[in-house]
């Protein structure tokens, strides 16, 4: 990685250089959001395995990416930055991945001797449930022409829920 000289709140600003991967960990549970004359942006506070913070412009598909992935302030990830073809002209795409924490991480919680085998456990599909919910009404709000009604919310929150999950 190598920080450019551009400075966003102290940090540098992250750059990876061609065919290059970085395990980053976020600093905050969101993103700066908002719109410069590019378009939206989304500014995450992230530091390396080596402890050096940086700021991360997300473009909007690692944005979603990230909010997909269900990320957190102290959660890692992996930026790969690789090389791809079209026709002549070699350009850069970047790659998204979620570190999984292994399970010998995760807080020790005691094991139930007597738990049933219908015990419900969190499988994450509330919180995605919860995050497609919120995604659909920020469509409806975004689009006032159409007069909306609550069954519209719920049917695009369904459509969102089932494809996402068939993804994770």
Partial sequence: MEPT???QNG???LELQLNQTATLTLMRDKPYTGESSFGPYFLYHVKDAGGVEYSFFAPSE????VVEAGLKAGDAFTLSKKAVQ???KVGARLE???VTKPVSA???QPVKQDALPFEIHDDGFKQL????????VEIVKAVNTITWQNEDVRSIALTMFIQRARVS
């Fill in 62 to 65: 690692i944005h979603g990416q």
């Fill in 129 to 136: 449930m919860q995050r497609c919910v919120q995604d659909a």
């Fill in 106 to 108: 995760q807080p020790n």
């Fill in 86 to 88: 079209n026709g002549k």
């Fill in 11 to 13: 940090r540098p600003k």
């Fill in 5 to 7: 000289q551009t400075k």
């Fill in 96 to 98: 998204f991945e979620a």
